[in-house]
């Protein structure tokens, strides 16, 4: 039995997509055009998304760190392999600290290579071993079944779900996934005034924006369905926020 987690939240949440020039280019780029492009025009500003990210923390309403929120639950002391998917510049390393094993490796997987120094440095304060992929979900296939402790993603998943069955694959079958994600209504003040906007120069073409398309693929009301056929136990925690 693999256990599976799913933290949601109504609201934003340091490291989660924020309400930049970029997610505004995000949200009404076609739904055709390259995904993996999309995602990388988004996040490619390291700098301007450690800043908002900082922001963000510092003005949610809820004040409990929801990573660490999501973590507590679990025994990890015998842990020493974890993989974090959409890593960025380290999301879950801080929380990591004392609770691995002392020979655990983090290894962190994303498709922006310029998160490699923030991601090592966050392990390095965390005393977390780590090594870091910038090639993307590719580099899942080069994983052996079986061979991961912990996997994590946070605010992430819904831009790869198909990733779902490997990560069921590589986990061993003690092992535990910690997903976090958003529901429909994050963002939707934002979301509203654009399309208000879109629709009054004639421009809403579609009833849902991308970015709504992109979210819902995982989200608190998707992501339940999508992990049931491959994880034998899954616990949904409610993040209000």
């Known amino acids: 039995m693999i256990p599976g987690g799913l933290f949601t939240e ?10 930049t020039e970029e997610m505004v280019i995000m949200m009404l780029r076609p739904h055709s055009e390259s995904h993996e492009s999309r995602i990388v025009e988004v996040y490619r500003k390291v700098d301007d998304h450690r800043r908002i990210a900082d922001m963000i923390r510092r ?23 974890v993989l974090e998917l959409g890593c960025g510049f380290g999301s879950f390393a801080g929380n990591l600290k004392g609770r691995l094993h002392p020979d655990a490796t983090l290894t962190g ?5 310029g998160y490699e ?25 080069t994983f052996a079944d079986a061979s991961y402790d912990l996997v994590l993603c946070s605010y992430a998943l819904y831009f790869f779900p198909h990733a ?11 092992g535990a996934f910690i ?4 529901d429909r ?13 879109l629709l009054k120069n004639d421009l809403l073409t579609e009833e849902r924006l991308p970015v709504e398309i992109i979210i819902d693929r995982f989200s608190g009301e998707t992501g339940l369905t999508a992990l049931e056929p ?5 616990r949904s925690i409610e993040y209000r926020n």
């Open 10 to 19: 109504n609201d934003k949440e340091s490291g989660g997509p924020a309400c």
């Open 59 to 81: 003005h949610s309403t809820n004040p409990e760190d929801i990573r660490a929120l999501a973590l507590d639950p679990l025994v990890l002391t015998d842990v020493r392999d």
């Open 109 to 113: 997987l994303d498709i922006i290579a």
């Open 117 to 141: 120094p923030f991601f090592r440095d966050t392990c390095l304060h965390s005393g977390i071993h780590c090594r870091f992929f910038s090639s993307g979900l590719s580099q899942m296939d």
């Open 164 to 174: 779902i069955r490997h990560i069921a694959r590589i986990l061993r079958p003690t």
């Open 179 to 182: 997903a976090i994600t958003h």
């Open 185 to 197: 209504n994050n963002m939707g003040e934002l979301i509203g005034l654009t399309k208000d906007l």
């Open 230 to 234: 491959w994880f034998g136990s899954i």
